[in-house]
């Protein structure tokens, strides 16, 4: 027998190895094109298989070669440590930079922002126009009582989670569910209320649930940041008077799910909890979702005897103490036409209306 063959064979071996080693090593540290600027973004769902990521790379022009990517990741094992989300890759990226990327677990984060004074319905659609949930399901589970103490709130429980949705701009990865979402805005909420609310609120007589009702009526009724203190004024002074707070938004909110737009005089009369026409109190809860300063409005209300207040149709308000002074107000700022020409909501939709005709 020939010594020397063992001896060959082994050192072919080892050549051919390192021979692979080195075409193994260039392809994964190469990538297709290092001076693009595209990107694509790659979703690894439950379930997905490997060779339907790797089709997608293909299609979206990733990698300059669909196998040897499928049997680099394979043979280094990073199919087995996908993770969920939606992640942003490049074809200026190596092979194991984008195999790095697909099992890191860091997502691509989208932003969604929940504006002061949006409503629980305007939020449920926001997630559903981001693609993070469906619209029902978030209602659903803001009007869940089960999910609602996980939230944290205690009996009397408030009966949904308006109120309670802090708006802010977050930042979400595709994975997140609705539960999670609505979790994250509950503990923002709960992370800006203050020890000293509770103490204020006491004072005011009134429950932390109640001021926030109270803030969110504020928050809708302010075009002017600068008058939050001097609206939640008006509401304390009718409330200790137990006159009806008579605001056309809390109106609207009880009716949002067959409101049309329009609110009409047998609106007002409308028999619903949220009705301050109708109920003689602040209404059953919150009507949108506050942001801190109009919360901070209602605990500590602007000093004045105003009762009364209308739009001048900028943003700002004319507050009068008499209903007659009041009556004057509305009929200079509302009723005389000129006074709103150009400036009022309702004379901007019609203009609107007519271009689109």
Same mark, same amino acid.
């Given at each position: 027998?020939?010594?020397?063959?063992?001896?060959? #064979?082994?050192?072919?071996?080892?050549?051919?190895? *390192?021979?692979?080693?080195?075409?193994?090593?260039?392809?994964?540290?190469?990538?297709?094109?290092?001076?693009?600027?595209?990107?694509?973004?790659?979703?690894?769902? &439950?379930?997905?298989? !490997?060779?339907?990521?790797?089709?997608?790379?293909?299609?979206?022009?990733?990698?300059?070669?669909?196998?040897?990517?499928?049997?680099? +990741?394979?043979?280094?094992? $990073?199919?087995?440590?996908?993770?969920?989300?939606?992640?942003?890759?490049? !074809? %200026?990226?190596?092979?194991?930079e984008? /195999?790095?990327?697909?099992?890191?677990?860091?997502?691509?984060? @989208?932003?969604?922002?929940?504006?002061?004074?949006?409503?629980?319905?305007?939020?449920?659609?926001?997630?559903?126009? %981001? +693609?993070?949930?469906?619209?029902?399901?978030?209602?659903? /589970?803001?009007?869940?009582?089960?999910? #609602?103490?996980?939230?944290?709130?205690?009996?009397?429980?408030?009966?949904?989670?308006?109120?309670?949705? $802090? !708006?802010?701009?977050?930042?979400?990865?595709?994975?997140?569910?609705?539960?999670?979402?609505?979790?994250?805005?509950?503990?923002?909420f709960?992370?800006?209320? &203050? &020890?000293e609310?509770?103490?204020?609120?006491?004072?005011?007589?009134?429950?932390?649930?109640?001021?926030?009702? *109270?803030?969110?009526?504020?928050?809708?009724?302010?075009?002017?940041?600068?008058?939050?203190?001097?609206?939640?004024?008006?509401?304390?002074?009718? /409330?200790?008077?137990?006159? @009806? *707070?008579?605001?056309?938004p809390?109106?609207?909110?009880?009716?949002?799910?067959?409101?049309?737009?329009?609110?009409? %005089? %047998?609106d007002?009369?409308?028999?619903?909890? $949220?009705?301050?026409?109708?109920?003689?109190?602040?209404?059953?809860?919150?009507?949108?979702?506050?942001?801190?300063?109009?919360? @901070?409005?209602?605990?500590?209300?602007?000093?004045?005897?105003?009762?009364?207040?209308?739009?001048?149709?900028?943003?700002?308000?004319?507050?009068?103490?008499?209903?007659?002074?009041?009556?004057?107000?509305?009929?200079k700022?509302? #009723?005389?036409?000129?006074?709103?020409?150009g400036?009022?909501?309702?004379?901007?939709? @019609?203009?609107?209306?007519?271009?689109?005709?």
């Amino acid at each position: 027998m020939n010594r020397s063959l063992p001896v060959l #064979i082994t050192s072919v071996g080892l050549g051919l190895l *390192l021979l692979l080693g080195v075409l193994g090593y260039s392809y994964t540290h190469e990538s297709k094109d290092k001076n693009s600027t595209t990107t694509a973004i790659i979703e690894v769902a &439950k379930g997905t298989k !490997p060779l339907e990521i790797v089709k997608k790379l293909e299609t979206e022009k990733m990698i300059s070669s669909a196998s040897r990517f499928y049997w680099t +990741g394979k043979i280094l094992g $990073y199919w087995g440590k996908l993770k969920m989300g939606e992640y942003e890759v490049s !074809p %200026k990226m190596t092979t194991l930079e984008i /195999l790095n990327i697909l099992t890191s677990g860091i997502s691509v984060m @989208k932003t969604l922002t929940i504006p002061e004074g949006d409503n629980m319905y305007q939020v449920a659609e926001k997630i559903s126009e %981001k +693609g993070f949930g469906d619209a029902q399901e978030v209602l659903d /589970l803001c009007r869940d009582p089960a999910f #609602i103490r996980r939230m944290g709130f205690n009996d009397p429980l408030p009966p949904t989670l308006e109120g309670y949705l $802090y !708006p802010e701009s977050y930042f979400l990865n595709k994975t997140i569910t609705v539960e999670q979402i609505l979790s994250q805005m509950v503990k923002t909420f709960h992370n800006h209320w &203050k &020890k000293e609310f509770d103490t204020r609120a006491r004072e005011l007589k009134l429950t932390p649930h109640q001021v926030v009702t *109270l803030a969110s009526v504020i928050e809708k009724e302010t075009g002017a940041a600068s008058e939050r203190p001097m609206i939640s004024s008006v509401f304390h002074n009718r /409330l200790r008077q137990h006159m @009806k *707070l008579q605001s056309d938004p809390t109106t609207i909110y009880g009716l949002w799910e067959n409101y049309s737009g329009n609110i009409h %005089k %047998k609106d007002l009369m409308s028999k619903t909890p $949220y009705n301050t026409y109708v109920v003689a109190a602040l209404p059953i809860g919150p009507i949108s979702n506050p942001g801190i300063e109009a919360i @901070k409005a209602a605990l500590n209300p602007a000093t004045s005897e105003f009762l009364f207040f209308v739009s001048h149709n900028d943003g700002t308000h004319e507050f009068t103490k008499t209903f007659k002074d009041h009556q004057n107000a509305v009929v200079k700022f509302q #009723i005389n036409k000129g006074a709103r020409d150009g400036k009022s909501w309702r004379d901007l939709d @019609k203009s609107k209306r007519a271009n689109q005709q």
